[in-house]
């Protein structure tokens, strides 16, 4: 019988690791049987069911246990090894045991979540499910660059919704927009790459994990300005001009055409434009993408994902390369697989094809739309005139501005006490963090359910107010 002792020097999830090792180095469990349910556990000895699965994840992390999926973890056979050796054996070193992992935050405010009742899953499901018994050819390899009638519904998409020029055999579909962009570290080889700051740390991560030397340029308000670039000494912008990630910034037509000539003076230059999530702006249409006004073979690389306007699990993004690299891409690429699964290419190529995708978006951004209005108004309520929100005309997240909350660090911290997981502002620059503003958090509130906006603008409001 295992009894833990909640006032004891080493936590409880280290009591109970200790507790079912000494019984399986002992044979007192029997290796291939099953330990009980971390539910079963945990209601058993009155402790929390994470304080369970540490326990039971360090077993498996020194192979006394084996986690098997849908079905849990089972004692290990050790052979002997890991018994107790003889009376005056050193004993073994131990590894430091793992912290207790962190209660979870009541609400999530991040920028990489979705509101997951908002998928369209009836449909989505039906059309899988069909093509699971009505195409077998589906389990055959596709073409490298995906199905080309996948390809030939977004370019149409494209075409109509975000004015880009192109033809299917421009489009190459891929599993994540990272995935993408080293594929085009490796067409501009020995290129460097400007990359805005504030900025999307995980695209500059990609590209100089994949060979590309990154150029901070720090935006303005009209974005990320053509004088910096060319002071950068780039040849590679990477962008997102729509919807700036993350201050919200859109970048207007007179500062657009500057890039597009920066990237015309000169062979070699490009521009890689990142329009992530350009379905949601709730005042007016969207700008046309910089692909669109530079042409089907411009000195513009268009990336687009499905993370925002699907989800993010499904793993489905494409690019738009110009004209004069797609040959070159073919080449280079000819023995790659395509990444994305071809049952998920073909269910989005007849949601598409049937009307389901447009509908779709048009329901979610009426529901953004009303989320993030009632959750400002909320906002509003609780923390007084002094607040100040920016970028609430576009995208899933804005930034929340409070002169006298104590500063960002302070603000996050008092957050996280209440239970609410956000970002400040600072963590996004990679350089220069003293030209942010002051006082500044990023809150996206695409997970955030409609019911627990008053919860969470009062947990924000206990936070912050004096």
């Excluded at 460097?192 to 994990?209: D, F, H, I, M, S």
Aim: overall charge neutral; charged content about 20%.
């Amino acid at each position: 019988m295992i009894t833990l002792d909640p006032r004891g020097d080493a936590p409880m999830y280290e009591q109970l690791y200790e507790a079912l090792a000494a019984d399986i180095r002992t044979g007192a469990l029997a290796a291939g049987s099953p330990l009980p349910g971390r539910r079963t556990m945990a209601a058993r000895l009155g402790v929390s069911v994470s304080t369970v699965d540490a326990a039971y994840q360090m077993l498996a992390a020194e192979g006394l246990a084996e986690p098997r999926p849908r079905s849990g973890f089972y004692v290990q056979e050790t052979g002997g090894m890991l018994r107790p050796g003889p009376a005056g054996d050193p004993a073994p070193a131990e590894e430091p045991p793992a912290p207790e992992p962190p209660a979870p935050p009541r609400f999530d405010l991040s920028t990489g979540s979705i509101d997951t009742e908002l998928f369209p899953a009836r449909s989505w499901g039906r059309i899988q499910k069909e093509l699971l018994y009505q195409a077998p050819e589906l389990l055959q390899r596709g073409p490298m660059q995906g199905d080309e009638d996948l390809r030939a519904q977004i370019a149409a998409y494209l075409g109509t919704y975000r004015g880009v020029s192109c033809t299917p055999g421009q489009v190459v579909v891929g599993a994540g927009v990272e995935y993408l962009l080293g594929c085009l570290a490796h067409l501009f080889a020995g290129s460097t790459a400007a990359v805005e700051n504030p900025g999307y740390l995980r695209a500059r991560t990609v590209l100089e994990n994949s060979g590309i030397p990154c150029r901070l340029v720090n935006i303005d308000r009209h974005g990320l300005p053509a004088a910096g670039l060319e002071a950068s000494g780039a040849n590679l912008c990477y962008v997102t001009p729509s919807h700036h990630f993350p201050t919200g910034v859109t970048m207007p037509a007179p500062r657009r055409a500057q890039l597009l000539a920066w990237a015309g003076e000169r062979a070699g230059r490009y521009i890689l434009e990142d329009d992530y999530d350009s379905e949601f702006r709730f005042d007016t249409r969207p700008l046309p993408s910089l692909q669109g006004m530079a042409g089907p073979d411009g000195p513009v690389v268009y990336l687009t994902t499905f993370s925002k306007s699907l989800a993010p699990g499904i793993r489905i993004a494409c690019m738009v390369l110009p004209r004069h690299l797609v040959e070159r891409y073919r080449r280079d690429f000819a023995v790659y697989a395509n990444t994305v699964s071809r049952f998920e290419q073909r269910t989005l190529c007849r949601f598409m094809a049937e009307g389901h995708f447009a509908r779709h978006i048009a329901r979610m951004r009426l529901a953004y739309k009303r989320r993030m209005e009632t959750f400002a108004a909320a906002l509003r309520q609780e923390l007084g005139p002094d607040l100040a929100l920016g970028g609430t005309h576009s995208g899933l997240h804005f930034l929340l501005t409070l002169p006298g909350a104590g500063g960002e660090a302070a603000m996050v911290e008092a957050a996280a006490r209440q239970g609410v997981q956000l970002k400040g502002l600072s963590e996004y620059y990679m350089a220069d963090a003293g030209a942010c503003p002051p006082d500044t958090v990023v809150a996206g509130y695409a997970a955030l359910r409609t019911q627990d906006i008053p919860a969470v603008a009062a947990a924000l409001g206990a936070a912050w107010r004096p």
